[in-house]
């Protein structure tokens, strides 16, 4: 059975940082590319950032320099350390696994407020 469980959200004020942590079960980890969603209130599911198999990182332009993503293939584990958080931040982050197939993991809410 696959599971993706992402943990890491929570509130925080402008400016600040927080990291997003997906742990991957059930899958062959290291052939996937792993990728960060999100999805604000009253809004579509968009991709935020993306990392293949081979490391390679691509983002999107909103998030470009402030947003990290990374992997660790021992751990089965997929990264997203978001640093100068802006309030339109806000939303539930999803993780995804893509291969021959897709998953997704049940989100994790981003709330950036003061």
């Known amino acids: 059975q696959v599971q993706l469980v992402e943990s890491g959200g929570g509130l925080v004020q402008p400016g600040g940082s927080l990291r997003l942590s997906c742990a991957a079960s059930?899958?062959?980890?290291?052939?996937?590319?792993m990728n960060w969603y999100r999805q604000a209130p009253g809004k579509q599911r968009e991709w935020v950032a993306g990392i293949t198999s081979g490391g390679s990182t691509n983002y999107v332009d909103s998030v470009k320099g402030r947003f990290t993503i990374s992997r660790d293939n021992a751990k089965n584990t997929v990264y997203l350390q978001m640093n100068s958080l802006k309030p339109e931040d806000t939303a539930v982050y999803y993780c995804?696994?893509?291969?021959?197939?897709?998953?997704w993991g049940q989100g994790t809410q981003v709330t950036v407020s003061s």
């Open positions: 995804n696994a893509l291969s021959t197939h897709h998953y």
């Open positions: 059930g899958i062959i980890f290291s052939v996937y590319a």
